[in-house]
């Protein structure tokens, strides 16, 4: 299993390539020896934050990409079940996506 670098999602098996389907970041998957892929690991409940904003709350962050001091945020479970969530903030006026632990 692996996560996006960039916003942490669980990341899905596309060819030679990790893909987020959350942020659309990219990484090679290296060695295909390595990794196991089930059926199970391509079902996820992700949340887009890509046009689909609307709805969610807002609160004042500091974009770490233009300095917008405003973002909509949400949870979401990333970890074990045992571990807390983690709080994503997309910035209202960029529309650029970190974590609340990026910083």
Not at 37 to 43: G, K
Not at 71 to 83: G, P, T, V
């Amino acid at each position: 299993m692996e996560f996006c670098d960039e916003c942490g999602s669980m990341m899905k098996a596309d060819d030679g390539l990790w893909v987020c389907g959350s942020c659309g970041y990219e990484k090679p998957k290296g060695d295909a020896s390595d990794y196991t892929i089930t059926e199970d690991q391509e079902v996820s409940e992700i949340i887009e934050s890509g046009g689909g904003t609307n709805g969610l709350p807002t609160t004042s962050a500091q974009c770490p990409n233009c300095d917008n001091d405003e973002a909509y945020w949400y949870m979401q479970q990333i970890r074990s079940a045992d571990e807390s969530e983690t709080r994503f903030f997309v910035c209202t006026e960029c529309e650029h996506k970190w974590r609340e632990d990026d910083h």
